[in-house]
C-alpha cells in the first residue's frame, strides 16, 4: 500500500528479484516498483537511475479489467515498449504479493507493446514463468561483417560464414551474430566507438553474440550501446533470445521441428549465469514460427521501502 507521509512523500513497496537464475546473486537483476501509479513518468525515469539496473518496472492498475496489471519499463536512460527478464520478473512479483491468484495458469500484461501474455509452470522443481513474443520479423542484413567483427575484438574466421549478421525483432531490435563456438563468444570484446559507426545507419541496435553448443543449447553474450561509445553488457535478455531461437532456426543452426526447445546460457563470462528457455512453435512450411515463447526461475533479493516525494 502507498502511503502519504505529513511532509507528503509516499512510500512505495519495492521488490529486488534475480530473473533467469535459480540462485541469488546470479542471473539479472530487476527491481519493481509496485502500487506505482502516483508516480510522474519523470519520477520513474528518476527511481530508475537510482536503481542503476539495467531495467526497473513500475507496476499500474490495467486499461483492461480482465488484465493483471499494467507494466511500465526504464532502463536508467530510457522507457522501453517490451522487454524479457522485466516481463518475467514482475510476473513473479505479482504472484509472490498476492496481486495475482497463486493458482493462476495465466495471465496478461500490458506493456508498451501491447497485451503480453504470461503463462505459469509448476510442474517441475520450482515455478517457470513463460512470456509469449510479438511476431518476429527479421530485418537488414548488415553487409560490414568485417568491421563489425573488428569492433567485437573478433576476425572473420570467428564468424559462421554461412550465416549472415542480420537484424530482428519482437519489439525490441537486436543485431544478430553468429559465431563459431562458445570460446569466441567469450573472446569478444565491444568497442563501443567502433560498434557506432557501423551500426548507425541500422538504429544502433544491440548486439547478440551466440554459438550453438550442442542442438538445444546456446551459449550467448548481448552487448548493448546506451549512448555513444558507451557499451554495457546484460546477463539474461529474454527479448534477444526468443528471436534468436528463431533466427537460429531459419538459418539452420538448430533443427527445424513442430516444437523446438532450446536453453541459452548468458551472462556466465560477466560473472551472472543466467539460463534462458526458449520454446517455438512452427506450423507446416511456415518460414516463421507461429509461437515464441521464453521462460525462466526467479529469485527474491530483498523488499524494500521507496520514499518520494510528490
Same mark, same amino acid.
Given at each position: 500500500?502507498?502511503?502519504?507521509?505529513?511532509?507528503? =512523500?509516499?512510500?512505495?513497496?519495492?521488490?529486488? &528479484?534475480? @530473473?533467469?537464475?535459480?540462485?541469488?546473486?546470479?542471473?539479472?537483476?530487476?527491481?519493481?516498483?509496485?502500487? *506505482?501509479?502516483?508516480? %510522474?513518468?519523470?519520477?520513474?525515469?528518476?527511481?530508475?537511475?537510482?536503481?542503476?539496473?539495467?531495467?526497473? $518496472?513500475?507496476?499500474?492498475?490495467?486499461?483492461?479489467?480482465? !488484465?493483471?496489471?499494467?507494466?511500465?519499463?526504464? $532502463?536508467?536512460?530510457?522507457?522501453?515498449?517490451?522487454?524479457? !527478464?522485466?516481463?518475467?520478473?514482475?510476473?513473479?512479483?505479482?504472484?509472490?504479493?498476492?496481486?495475482? %491468484?497463486?493458482?493462476?495458469?495465466?495471465?496478461?500484461?500490458?506493456?508498451?507493446?501491447?497485451?503480453?501474455?504470461? $503463462?505459469?509452470?509448476?510442474?517441475?522443481? #520450482? @515455478? @517457470?514463468?513463460?512470456?509469449? !513474443?510479438?511476431?518476429?520479423?527479421?530485418?537488414?542484413?548488415?553487409?560490414?561483417?568485417?568491421?563489425?567483427?573488428?569492433?567485437?575484438?573478433? $576476425?572473420?574466421?570467428?564468424?559462421?560464414?554461412?550465416?549472415?549478421?542480420?537484424?530482428?525483432?519482437?519489439?525490441?531490435?537486436? =543485431?544478430?551474430?553468429?559465431?563459431?563456438? *562458445?570460446? *569466441?563468444?567469450?573472446?569478444?570484446?565491444?568497442?563501443?566507438?567502433?560498434? %557506432? +559507426? @557501423?551500426?548507425?545507419?541500422?538504429?544502433?541496435?544491440?548486439?547478440?553474440?551466440?554459438?550453438?553448443?550442442? #542442438?538445444?543449447?546456446?551459449?550467448?553474450?548481448?552487448?548493448?550501446? !546506451? %549512448?555513444?561509445?558507451?557499451?554495457?553488457?546484460?546477463?539474461?535478455?529474454?527479448?534477444?533470445?526468443?528471436?534468436?531461437?528463431?533466427?537460429?532456426?531459419?538459418?539452420?543452426?538448430?533443427?527445424? =521441428?513442430?516444437?523446438?526447445?532450446?536453453?541459452?546460457?548468458?551472462?556466465?563470462?560477466?560473472?551472472?549465469?543466467?539460463?534462458?528457455?526458449?520454446?517455438?512453435?512452427? +506450423? *507446416?512450411?511456415?518460414?516463421?514460427?507461429?509461437?515464441?515463447?521464453?521462460?525462466?526461475?526467479?529469485?527474491? &533479493?530483498?523488499?524494500?521501502?521507496?520514499?518520494?516525494?510528490?
Amino acid at each position: 500500500m502507498v502511503r502519504v507521509m505529513a511532509n507528503e =512523500a509516499r512510500r512505495y513497496r519495492l521488490r529486488w &528479484v534475480d @530473473v533467469f537464475t535459480d540462485r541469488a546473486l546470479a542471473g539479472n537483476p530487476l527491481a519493481v516498483v509496485l502500487q *506505482a501509479d502516483g508516480l %510522474s513518468t519523470a519520477q520513474m525515469q528518476a527511481i530508475a537511475r537510482e536503481t542503476n539496473l539495467s531495467e526497473t $518496472t513500475f507496476v499500474l492498475p490495467p486499461e483492461k479489467r480482465e !488484465h493483471a496489471a499494467k507494466v511500465r519499463i526504464f $532502463t536508467p536512460y530510457a522507457e522501453l515498449p517490451f522487454a524479457g !527478464h522485466p516481463t518475467v520478473g514482475t510476473s513473479w512479483v505479482l504472484l509472490d504479493d498476492g496481486l495475482v %491468484s497463486s493458482d493462476a495458469a495465466g495471465f496478461t500484461l500490458e506493456e508498451g507493446i501491447g497485451p503480453i501474455t504470461v $503463462t505459469v509452470d509448476r510442474t517441475g522443481r #520450482s @515455478v @517457470v514463468l513463460w512470456m509469449a !513474443h510479438p511476431t518476429v520479423k527479421f530485418g537488414e542484413t548488415i553487409a560490414q561483417r568485417d568491421q563489425l567483427a573488428a569492433a567485437l575484438g573478433l $576476425t572473420m574466421a570467428d564468424l559462421r560464414s554461412e550465416v549472415p549478421v542480420q537484424v530482428a525483432s519482437t519489439g525490441v531490435p537486436f =543485431a544478430y551474430v553468429a559465431l563459431k563456438d *562458445a570460446a *569466441a563468444v567469450d573472446r569478444a570484446v565491444a568497442n563501443g566507438e567502433a560498434l %557506432s +559507426s @557501423v551500426l548507425d545507419q541500422y538504429g544502433l541496435p544491440p548486439v547478440f553474440l551466440f554459438s550453438p553448443v550442442t #542442438s538445444d543449447r546456446f551459449y550467448s553474450r548481448m552487448f548493448g550501446l !546506451h %549512448s555513444w561509445a558507451r557499451v554495457v553488457e546484460d546477463p539474461a535478455t529474454g527479448s534477444a533470445s526468443g528471436p534468436a531461437g528463431a533466427f537460429a532456426v531459419r538459418y539452420g543452426l538448430v533443427p527445424r =521441428a513442430p516444437q523446438v526447445s532450446i536453453v541459452s546460457e548468458q551472462g556466465t563470462k560477466m560473472g551472472r549465469q543466467s539460463f534462458i528457455q526458449i520454446k517455438l512453435a512452427y +506450423s *507446416a512450411d511456415a518460414e516463421i514460427p507461429e509461437r515464441i515463447e521464453v521462460g525462466g526461475w526467479v529469485v527474491p &533479493v530483498m523488499t524494500a521501502e521507496l520514499s518520494v516525494k510528490s
